[in-house]
């Protein structure tokens, strides 16, 4: 394995998990516990769109074998200027996401370490988060990988125990929580759809650095696939362990609720012990992340769609410029907005994250109708996964999608004026 093609199968399979699985699904529990029964059909939903895009994305790979990902097929399928708008929209997600990540990482923290709480310290911790994480894609791309497989297994440590002790509940008969009371409703599965979503942001991640990936048509839909379904079971395991033996208002007016319910079978102890898992469940997943902020202006740049200066690589063949701009401008969003909190800052910045990416999602799934023929069940997953993105947008509200917009409409002009004649 060459430092170029670095990722394996299991490395990539961990950037794909551990993208998707980071502080939200310990947080979740709480927020969609007042939706009762109406969070399993939400997940539900969610799962059956994730993997509508994840069936998406593995035909794409396999038919425009590009580093990129969503930028490469858009690009593929309707020309230089798609790809440029859904590889900004892309690459937004991804640098303003990450602040949220990264408040996260922070957030957990502070429950043992409550020093670091006031904002403009957690703000300064967030960024050393970040650009530390930075040196560490930056030194190479296997390295990046080997912290992100430990940080993925670690993750699930407090995620699979909860799990196994709802198992062994219902096994035993143990009384099940009291019914919420919480009618079944569409607008309530809704609500809870658009909060799982959050959850399944990363499901593409294989994609993106396909030109660092070992036998990139065979792994990166592998990955894609197991890497989805895996994540999904994971958390619908956890959505119905709430469900079943924590009731309704405790799981609603915790702060901590895996932590909660771990502590009422193995101590309260435990409490600190999930928050020091969980902080290492975002840390991974921003880890993942700062990966994929750095590939997509440099696929961009070689792409002919963005400056070339992007494009050039260190000598370990990372693209160091594109993951320096690109931590530069995630640090002063951070700081112009550290004022408001660690919860208002994280509302904010995932809020805006998600509105421009979903851009991305749509594109990919267009995408697909057009590339890829002759195929029965392409079309079906690309329909759905079309909706979906259309729908989890709509769900997001005025104020996030203006942002969004106005964050991707400021990359135009970089578009208009990149060389005339690109080099691919």
């Known amino acids: 394995m060459t430092g170029k093609r670095a990722l394996g199968f299991w490395g990539l399979l961990a950037l794909v998990v551990g993208n998707m699985v980071g502080s939200g699904i310990y947080l979740l529990p709480a927020t969609l516990a007042p939706l009762g029964w109406n969070q399993m059909l939400g997940w539900l939903v969610t799962i059956a769109?994730?993997?509508?895009?994840?069936?998406?994305?593995?035909?794409?790979?396999?038919?425009?074998?590009?580093?990129g990902g969503p930028y490469a097929y858009a690009d593929a399928a309707f020309g230089s200027l798609a790809g440029f708008v859904t590889a900004w929209a892309y690459w937004v997600m991804c640098w303003v996401g990450n602040g949220?990540?990264?408040?996260?990482?922070?957030?957990?923290?502070?429950?043992?370490?409550p020093a670091i709480g006031a904002p403009l310290v957690a703000a300064l911790v967030v960024l050393g988060c970040v650009w530390l994480l930075t040196l560490v894609n930056i030194v190479g791309v296997r390295q990046a990988a080997r912290v992100q497989t430990v940080a993925t297994v670690l993750k699930l440590v407090p995620l699979v125990a909860l799990i196994l002790v709802a198992t062994g509940l219902l096994l035993s008969g143990a009384p099940h929580a009291p019914d919420p009371g919480v009618a079944i409703g569409a607008g309530s599965v809704a609500s809870a759809?658009?909060?799982?979503?959050?959850?399944?942001?990363g499901l593409e991640s294989a994609t993106v650095p396909a030109d660092k990936v070992e036998d990139p048509a065979r792994n990166v839909p592998r990955a894609t696939l197991w890497g989805v379904l895996l994540t999904g079971l994971v958390y619908l395991g956890?959505?119905?362990?709430?469900?079943?033996?924590?009731p309704m208002a405790d799981a609603a007016a915790s702060p901590a609720p895996v932590a909660d319910f771990l502590g009422g079978h193995f101590g309260g102890g435990v409490a600190s012990v999930v928050a020091l898992f969980a902080a290492i469940s975002a840390f991974g997943a921003l880890n993942g992340w700062i990966l994929l902020q750095g590939e997509m202006p440099w696929a961009m740049a070689r792409g002919g769609v963005f400056p070339r200066w992007f494009a050039a690589e260190s000598a370990r063949g990372t693209p160091t410029r594109a993951h320096l701009v690109s931590s530069a401008l995630l640090s002063v969003v951070t700081l112009l907005n550290y004022q408001k909190g660690m919860a208002g800052l994280f509302e904010f910045v995932a809020s805006v994250s998600l509105a421009a990416g979903l851009l991305a999602y749509l594109a990919s799934a267009l995408a697909a109708l057009r590339l890829v023929r002759g195929e029965r069940?392409?079309?079906?997953?690309?329909?759905?996964?079309?909706?979906?993105?259309?729908?989890?947008?709509?769900?997001?509200?005025?104020?996030?999608?203006?942002?969004?917009?106005?964050?991707?409409?400021?990359?135009?002009?970089?578009?208009?004026?990149?060389?005339?004649?690109?080099?691919?």
């Open 100 to 113: 949220a990540i990264a408040v996260a990482v922070v957030s957990n923290l502070s429950l043992i370490f």
């Open 238 to 246: 956890i959505s119905l362990a709430f469900a079943l033996f924590m």
């Open 193 to 201: 759809a658009g909060l799982t979503f959050w959850g399944f942001l």
């Open 377 to 424: 069940l392409l079309p079906v997953a690309a329909l759905v996964a079309a909706l979906f993105a259309v729908w989890a947008e709509w769900g997001l509200g005025l104020e996030a999608i203006g942002y969004g917009a106005v964050l991707i409409a400021l990359g135009l002009p970089v578009y208009w004026l990149r060389p005339k004649a690109p080099s691919r």
């Open 49 to 67: 769109g994730a993997l509508a895009l994840a069936v998406v994305f593995a035909r794409l790979s396999a038919r425009v074998p590009r580093a």
